[in-house]
């Protein structure tokens, strides 16, 4: 089984900050990540797949980059609407999650 | 325009077999490269993959909870069906079936249903 190790669990931002988030790979995925939003009480919405591939309706303030066993997750000039929950997942080989990271305001 | 709907029993004993249902629209889950997932979520925790199935019958399920689990589809009815057996407390949770798409070789979850509750309590 491949284990997702994201970190960090928390991040505090404020309002145009660049925030980053990892997520490492127990083994090498050829870069089948995606990455997901989630806002309290709602479903994932997924942003990023393939490692940097924006999905219809993600804003150029969110990339996405990474190979191997290493990836990672940006928000460039964070907006009140970024606030929320955000999940990685591996589809090289079934489906693993990582943990999450809640991001708040500073 | 895609979208999925859970429905399930709300809540059922320790012991007993869960049984929900995803209602879907807008792709076939007879087409090539089209799947169903089930992914849930424990309150205030993580996302857990659960199972998926494919337009060609292929299922795939969580080792950690595979003999636990069956995943089916009604082709005809746009549905998928996921059972756990054997429930405790700890299957307590939020369970979202998504819409799975194959690109490049792999698939991963573009649409999520709502979400249903389920709780598991004597």
């Known amino acids: 089984d491949i284990q997702m190790t994201q970190s960090p669990p928390s991040l505090s931002a404020s309002l145009g900050d660049k925030v980053t988030i990892t997520c490492q790979a127990s083994q090498n995925i050829n870069k089948y990540i995606a990455w997901y939003q989630q806002k309290p009480g709602k479903a994932p919405r997924l942003l990023i797949r393939?490692?940097?591939t924006l999905e219809s309706g993600t804003p150029s303030r969110f990339s996405g980059s990474g190979s191997g066993r290493d990836y990672s997750f940006s928000i460039s000039n964070v907006e009140s609407e970024d606030i929320a929950s955000y999940y990685c997942l591996q589809y090289d080989n079934l489906w693993t999650f990582g943990g999450g990271t809640k991001l708040e305001l500073k | 325009q895609v979208t999925l709907k859970e429905s399930g029993p709300g809540i059922l004993q320790p012991s007993h077999t869960l049984s929900l249902t995803c209602s879907f629209s807008?792709?076939?889950?007879?087409?090539?490269?089209?799947?169903v997932s089930w992914i849930r979520q424990p309150s205030g925790k993580g996302l857990e993959w659960l199972a998926s199935i494919w337009w060609n019958g292929n299922t795939y399920n969580n080792p950690s909870l595979k003999s636990r689990l069956t995943v089916s589809k009604d082709t005809s009815n746009n549905q998928a069906f996921l059972k756990v057996t054997s429930v405790d407390t700890a299957d307590t949770a939020t369970y979202y079936c998504?819409?799975?798409?194959?690109?490049?070789?792999?698939?991963?979850?573009?649409?999520w249903g709502q979400g249903v509750m389920v709780t598991v309590s004597s």
């Open positions: 393939y490692t940097s």
């Open positions: 807008g792709f076939s889950l007879s087409t090539y490269g089209m799947g």
């Open positions: 998504a819409h799975t798409r194959i690109i490049r070789g792999r698939g991963y979850f573009d649409y």
